[in-house]
C-alpha cells in the first residue's frame, strides 16, 4: 500500500469513526457499548449499586414534584439560581436512570425539562442580578453558572437522545443548545477566550455541546480557540493554566473545581476523537493534575485552603469523583486512587465508575501515597511552587506547607512564605481561607465579602512575616503577578523534611527567606517543625509574624494579663483594623513559649528572637459590622531592627483522656531554644532536650551542606 492510500484511508477512518460516534447515543461519560456492563454492575458491585440507588432516588423525587422552570431573577443562593441548579442535577440523575432501568418515564421527564427551557431562552435578557454587562449570564447571575449549567444538562441530553422524538431533539437543539452555544462563543467571546476557569468551563461546555450535536465547528474553535490558532481554547488552557507538575495557578481549591471541565471535555474528545491522545497529552498532566489535587489535600479529606478557598471543601466533591473514576479508568490505575474512591464512598455511574467499583469489590485498593514533594508552580515550573513535608500514617499523619507559589490572579492572597501546620487530623497552624459564605443570599449575595480583601487577602491574616503594619505588594495583584518566590532547598529523608525559600520583592528593601522542616529526635514520639524566618534588609523596621492556631492556649512563659474592657483594634489597615489587641508583653529575654491544647494533644511552640522581642496576643472581630468574619485567634511575634530572625520549634506531646480525666505529658521536653547566629550566609539555632544540646545550622549559600543537625 503506498503513502497515498495510507493517508486517505486512515483521514477515512478517522471521519468515519468522529461522524459514528456523533451518531451513537450515549457517548460520553457513559457510552452505548458499555450500559449492559454497566446494568450488570449495578446488580454486582456495592459501590456501584449504592451510587446508583442514590441516583435514582434524586430521579424519583424529581418525577414527583412538579417541574418548575422559572424566570431567572435571584442571585447566588435565591430561589430561581437554586431552582436552575436543582433543574440540571435533576435531569442527569433522571437521564442516568433511564439509562440503567430502560424506564421511558425517566427519558420523558428530561425531554419536558428541555422543552419548557426551550420555549423560555431565548425571551431571557442578561440576568437582572448580574455584576457585570461582560459577564452576565442569562439563567444565572454570572455566566460561570451558565457555563456548569450546560455541561450538567448536555450530559443528561446524551443519555435521552435516542429516547427522544426527532420532533422535539430539532426543537431543544434549536431553541435551547444553539442559542447557548451562541451566547456563550459570541457574547462571551471574551470568557471563552480567556485562561481561567471560567474560559475553563465555557469552552468544555462548547466543545461536549458540539460533538454531542455533531457541530464541529465548534468542537474547533473549543480546542484552539476562537481563531482557531491555538492562543487560547482548551489546550492553551492545559498549556498555561497548569504547571508541568499538574498545579494549578489560583491553588487548590480551584484546581479541584476546574477539573471537571477538563477531565469532561478530555473524556469527550477520547471517545470521540481517540487519535488526539488527549490523555497523553503534555507528559499526561491531566493525570498530574488529578494526583497533585489530591496530594494539596490533608488526611482529613480538605485541601490546603490557600488563597481563595472554602475551607469546607474536600475531594469528595464530584468533581473529584469524576477525576478519580476517570483518572483510575482512562489514563492509570494506580491502585491507592482505589482508597480515595472509598472514601468518597460514590462513583460516578459510567463506563470508568464500574471500573472503579469491580476492583474496589475485588480488593485491590491501598491506602492512598501521602508524600513529601515539592510541587512546581508556573507553565514552566520557574515560578516556585508548593512544599508539603508529611510524617506519619494517613491515620495521624503530621503535614506542613508553605507557601512559595505565584499569587494565583486574582483570587491569590498576599502570603508569600506563608506557613500551615497539622497533626492528629486536624489543623494546628491554619489558614483563614476566603471571606464567603457560599450561596448565603443573605452574605452578599452569596459572593465575596468586602472583608476578603479588607482582611482575609491580606498578609497579617495568614502565618506570614508582615514589615511595617503592610502587606505584601502593598495588597496589589498586578504588581504581585509579575514575580515569585525562589526555591532555595527540598530535601526528604527519613528523619529530616526540609524546605527553604526566598521572597525579594514582596518589599521594596526587604528580603525574606524561609526555612521549615519536619525533624525526628530519638526520645521523641513526633517530629519537631523547626522554622526560621529571615528578614534581611538595609532599614530599620516593624516585623510581624503571626502563628494563627486552633485550640485553647494552656501555656506560656510569661504572664498574661488580658484586657477585660475597652478592646481597641491593632491597626488602621491592611487587615489589622480587623484585629482585637487582647494581650501584649515585652519579654525580658528574647524567647518565650506558648502552649496549645487541640483535639486533646498539646503543642508547644518555643520561640526566639535575635532582636528585643514582644508577644501580642490578638483575635478577629474588630471593626466587622456585618459579623461577616470567623472567629480566630493568633500570638504574634513582634520585634524591630534591620535584620530580623524568628525561629520556632513546635513540639507535639502527650495529651487529655476527658473521659477518664487524664492528662500526660502536659509539659514539653525542650527547653533554651536561643539564635546563636544569623546573618546572610548562616543561622545558628541551639536548644536543650533532656539534658542534651542540639545544634541545627543553615548554610545558605551551601546547597551540598544546606541543613546541619546534631
Known amino acids: 500500500m503506498n503513502y497515498l492510500k495510507k493517508v486517505v484511508l486512515v483521514s477515512f477512518c478517522a471521519f468515519f469513526s468522529i461522524s459514528l460516534m456523533a451518531q451513537t ?46 424566570v431567572p431573577k435571584d442571585g447566588g443562593g435565591g430561589y430561581t439560581h437554586e431552582q436552575h441548579k436543582k433543574n440540571y442535577s435533576n435531569m442527569l440523575s433522571a437521564a442516568t436512570a433511564y439509562q440503567i432501568s430502560g424506564q421511558k418515564k425517566y427519558a420523558d421527564y428530561v425531554k419536558n425539562v428541555l422543552l419548557n427551557y426551550a420555549s423560555q431562552y431565548e425571551k431571557w435578557p442578561l440576568h437582572p442580578k448580574r455584576k457585570s454587562e461582560d459577564d452576565g449570564g442569562r439563567i444565572f447571575w454570572q455566566s460561570l453558572n451558565d457555563f456548569v449549567w450546560q455541561i450538567y444538562t448536555i450530559q443528561a441530553y446524551d443519555l435521552v437522545y435516542d429516547g427522544l422524538p426527532a420532533a422535539d431533539r430539532k426543537t431543544i437543539e434549536e431553541k435551547l443548545f444553539v442559542p447557548i452555544l451562541k451566547f456563550f462563543t459570541e457574547d462571551r467571546y471574551e470568557v471563552f477566550n480567556k485562561i481561567h ?32 490558532d491555538g492562543k487560547t481554547g482548551y489546550l492553551a488552557q492545559i498549556d498555561q493554566l497548569f504547571s508541568p507538575d499538574g498545579y494549578y495557578m489560583e491553588g487548590p481549591y480551584y484546581q479541584r473545581y476546574a477539573l471537571l471541565p477538563f477531565v469532561l471535555f478530555a473524556k469527550a474528545i477520547n471517545n470521540y476523537e481517540p487519535s488526539r ?54 489514563i492509570k490505575p494506580e491502585v491507592d486512587l482505589l482508597d480515595i474512591a ?5 462513583v460516578i455511574v459510567s463506563d470508568a465508575g464500574l471500573k472503579v467499583a469491580a476492583d474496589l469489590a475485588a480488593g485491590k485498593a491501598v491506602p492512598f501515597k501521602y508524600q513529601t514533594l515539592f510541587i512546581k508552580d508556573g507553565a514552566k515550573g520557574e515560578d516556585g511552587g508548593l512544599g508539603i513535608l508529611r510524617s506519619g ?29 497539622y497533626d492528629n487530623t486536624t489543623e494546628i497552624f491554619p489558614d483563614y481561607g476566603a471571606a464567603r459564605f457560599l450561596n448565603i443570599d443573605t452574605k452578599n449575595g452569596g459572593g465575596y465579602l468586602p472583608e476578603n480583601n479588607t482582611y482575609a487577602k491580606q498578609t497579617v491574616a495568614h502565618n506570614a512575616l508582615v514589615v511595617d503594619e503592610t502587606s505584601h505588594f502593598n495588597a496589589k495583584v498586578g504588581p504581585a503577578d509579575k514575580t515569585s518566590p525562589n ?32 525533624v525526628k529526635v530519638d526520645g521523641l514520639e513526633k517530629p519537631l517543625l523547626i522554622d526560621v524566618m529571615q528578614a534581611l534588609s538595609a532599614k530599620n523596621h516593624q516585623y510581624d509574624l503571626p502563628f494563627w492556631y486552633k485550640g485553647q492556649l494552656v501555656n506560656t512563659s510569661f504572664p498574661i494579663k488580658a484586657k477585660a474592657d475597652g478592646l481597641t483594634a491593632l491597626g488602621n489597615n491592611n487587615g489589622y483594623q480587623h484585629l482585637w489587641l487582647n494581650a501584649s508583653n515585652k519579654l525580658d529575654v528574647k524567647a518565650g513559649l506558648v502552649g496549645l491544647l487541640n483535639k486533646n494533644r498539646f503543642y508547644t511552640t518555643h520561640f526566639a528572637s535575635d532582636n528585643p522581642l514582644e508577644v501580642k496576643l490578638v483575635s478577629i472581630g474588630a471593626n466587622d459590622p456585618e459579623m461577616n468574619l470567623v472567629d480566630g485567634k493568633a500570638f504574634m511575634l513582634s520585634s524591630n531592627g534591620q535584620n530580623q530572625t524568628f525561629a520556632s520549634i513546635t513540639e507535639t506531646h502527650g495529651g487529655t483522656d476527658p473521659i477518664n480525666e487524664t492528662v500526660s505529658s502536659a509539659l514539653p521536653s525542650i527547653s533554651e531554644l536561643t539564635i546563636v547566629k544569623s546573618d546572610a550566609q548562616q543561622t545558628v539555632v541551639s536548644f536543650k532536650l533532656k539534658g542534651k544540646i ?15 543537625f546534631k
Do not use: C
Request: charged share 20%; hydrophobic share 40%; net charge positive.
Open 277 to 330: 491522545k488527549i490523555f497523553e497529552y503534555r507528559d499526561k498532566l491531566l493525570s498530574k493534575a488529578i494526583q497533585t489535587s489530591l496530594q494539596t489535600s490533608y488526611t482529613d479529606k480538605t485541601f490546603f485552603p490557600i488563597n481563595d478557598a472554602i475551607k469546607d471543601k474536600t475531594y469528595e466533591s464530584i468533581e473529584l469523583v469524576y477525576g478519580v473514576d476517570l483518572a483510575y479508568a482512562d
Open 342 to 346: 472509598k472514601q468518597q464512598n460514590r
Open 393 to 421: 500514617a494517613n491515620t495521624d499523619q503530621q503535614a506542613v506547607l508553605i507557601k512559595a507559589a505565584s499569587q494565583g490572579m486574582g483570587h491569590g492572597h498576599f502570603d508569600r512564605l506563608g506557613l500551615l501546620f
Open 694 to 708: 542540639y545544634t541545627y545550622q543553615i548554610n545558605y549559600n551551601d546547597k551540598q551542606n544546606y541543613i546541619s
Open 25 to 70: 447515543h450515549p457517548s460520553l461519560m457513559l457510552t452505548k457499548a458499555n450500559v449492559a456492563a454497566v446494568r450488570k454492575g449495578v446488580t454486582t458491585y456495592p459501590l456501584l449499586r449504592q451510587s446508583y440507588q442514590t441516583v435514582k432516588n434524586a430521579a424519583d423525587k424529581a418525577l414527583a414534584e412538579p417541574i418548575v422552570v422559572p
Open 197 to 228: 476557569n471560567h474560559g475553563t468551563w465555557n469552552l468544555a461546555a462548547v466543545g461536549i455541546t458540539g460533538y454531542v450535536l455533531n457541530k464541529k465547528e465548534y468542537v474547533e474553535t473549543a480546542i484552539k480557540g476562537s481563531k482557531k
Open 487 to 518: 526555591l532555595l532547598y527540598f530535601s526528604n529523608q527519613p528523619n529530616l523534611k526540609i524546605v527553604s525559600a526566598k521572597e525579594a520583592k514582596a518589599y521594596a528593601d526587604v528580603t525574606m527567606i524561609r526555612t521549615s522542616a519536619l
